[in-house]
């Protein structure tokens, strides 16, 4: 479905039934189908959004407006036309630094937040090299290449790799770009202590991206209490690598934060 929030359209999956409703960002490259293994993997009581976030997928394509605070405001535009009124948001590498801000933000109806391989609050420098590639042509290239050298720990399907290839050549020349040159660098340190909701931190033993080091020294000190959960023989791309892993534990932190209401 198409859904009007931000001034711009957003394209979102909405499946399923159930309260808390779980609203999942996709990360750099990706869109919504980027879930599609994890959903598919969870328990049928729970209602899924996923979102294709500005720039990606079926949204809109505008030429700017890619810093975390409007990313963030497409994302709680979302949530409020679909009157989800209690919700866990799950984001994933780049969605995990737009999902820590929104957090901060302590929106109405927020119950969890879940970070998959996110990206840290604080300034990562993406190295010139690499973000040039990213906003190149040769977007096939360059993701074959980061598939096999840095994003996967695990070997994925043909047809996971084609769809992540897919996904990355749609998006647009401003959102592969604004990644690397802007949004990255974004210190959102100061306002991540501001969560107050049960946070979970699941990471690949062998993330090459946003490794356990980083995180546990940039993100886990700022955010309070939250919780890391490291996924064995798994890198960056766990949401293609190992959907049920993150299912079960998707799961287990839902029905908990149940328990706490």
């Known amino acids: 479905m198409d859904i009007a929030s931000n001034g711009i359209s957003i394209h979102a999956t909405d499946q399923g039934q159930g309260s808390p409703a779980i609203v999942f960002l996709h990360c750099w ?134 769809m992540m290839i897919s996904d990355a050549s749609r998006g647009s020349v401003a959102a592969r770009t604004a990644w690397g040159s802007q949004t990255s660098l974004e210190d959102i340190t100061g306002a991540v202590g501001h969560i107050d909701k049960p946070t979970l931190v699941i990471s690949g033993e062998h993330d090459k991206i946003d490794t356990i080091e980083t995180l546990r020294r940039e993100l886990l000190p700022r955010i309070p209490g939250a919780v890391l959960q490291v996924l064995p023989e798994v890198g960056h791309l766990s949401p293609i690598e190992a959907p049920s892993e993150i299912a079960r534990h998707l799961d287990i932190f839902a029905q908990d934060v149940v328990s706490r209401h």
Do not use: C
């Not at 927020?110 to 970070?115: I, S």
């Open 29 to 162: 490259g990706g869109s919504a189908r980027t879930w599609e293994h994890v959903i598919a993997a969870l328990p049928p009581r729970y209602r899924t959004v996923a979102i294709d976030q500005r720039g990606w997928g079926s949204s809109d394509h505008p030429d700017r407006g890619y810093s975390l605070a409007q990313i963030a405001d497409d994302t709680e535009g979302v949530i409020k036309a679909l009157a989800l009124e209690r919700y866990i948001l799950v984001g994933h590498s780049m969605g995990g630094k737009t999902a820590q801000f929104l957090a901060s933000r302590r929106p109405k109806g927020l119950v969890g937040l879940v970070l998959v391989a996110p990206a840290p609050p604080s300034p990562f420098n993406v190295p010139e090299k690499l973000r040039a590639m990213m906003g190149g042509p040769n977007v096939r290239e360059f993701v074959t290449m980061a598939l096999e050298q840095m994003l996967t720990h695990q070997p994925i399907s043909r047809e996971d790799a084609e």
